[in-house]
């Protein structure tokens, strides 16, 4: 084997990025794949109804720009110059109050309809009234593109985003959920810890909570 062949197929590098609105689309597609499959987002928007997918997508893409609107934190990993996996942070401040979100609520009503917008937006004040005092970080949404799973970056990605939670002193922590119980030994080995659940149907979505310490700024290789 020559040393350009063993070059070529080396691995590339993962890198983790800061992301812009010019990330938006592929964003989308990643995490319409990690959620459309996920027991939360199947009974939020009712995947027995025609139009599911539709829905997940436009719910998806109104959270990323309204995110992106309130200039929120969100990283993603490139690979081979290609997005694999992204991750929306919510600040410790910010305790986002959608029903004072009209344009977020107008868009979302007409993209992915009434019923689905008051379930989800019922869902969220469920969930801010588990969210443990003093304030902490929010991680509403996070995904690895399906191609890409299963090769560390979801973890990569994670600690990247406590990194960045540790370099603000006003958190005392990071908040996530999951509606899949297969992930609970992901975010318990992660040192995540339940703090309460919000009924769904017949299942149970886990509001899970771990302590970040601060350690001072400069500290993360986000580029």
Excluded at 102 to 115: K, N, P, Q, V, Y
């Amino acid at each position: 084997m020559s040393a350009g062949t063993a070059t070529q197929n080396k691995p590339a590098e993962p890198m983790i990025v800061r992301l812009d609105a010019s990330a938006r689309n592929e964003a989308i597609s990643i995490l319409v794949h990690a959620y459309r499959d996920e027991p939360t987002f199947r009974y939020l928007f009712d995947h027995r109804k025609p139009g599911y997918q539709q829905r997940v997508r436009a719910t998806v893409r109104e959270l990323i720009d309204l995110y992106f609107e309130l200039d929120q934190e969100a990283i993603g990993i490139l690979v081979n110059d290609s997005l694999v996996a992204v991750a929306f942070i919510g600040e410790p401040e910010l305790r986002l109050n959608l029903s004072d979100q009209i344009s977020w609520r107008i868009r979302m009503t007409l993209t992915a309809g009434f019923a689905s917008t008051r379930r989800y937006m019922d869902y969220h004040e469920r969930i801010k009234a588990l969210l443990p005092q003093p304030q902490a970080h929010q991680l509403p949404l996070m995904g690895v593109n399906p191609a890409y799973q299963n090769k560390g970056y979801g973890r990569m990605l994670l600690k990247t985003v406590e990194t960045l939670c540790a370099e603000n002193p006003r958190g005392s922590g990071l908040v996530l959920d999951t509606g899949s119980s297969a992930y609970l030994p992901f975010y318990e080995s992660e040192g995540f810890r339940s703090i309460g659940t919000v009924k769904l149907g017949d299942f149970e979505d886990h509001i899970l909570f771990r302590e970040v310490w601060p350690t001072g700024a400069g500290e993360t290789s986000v580029d």
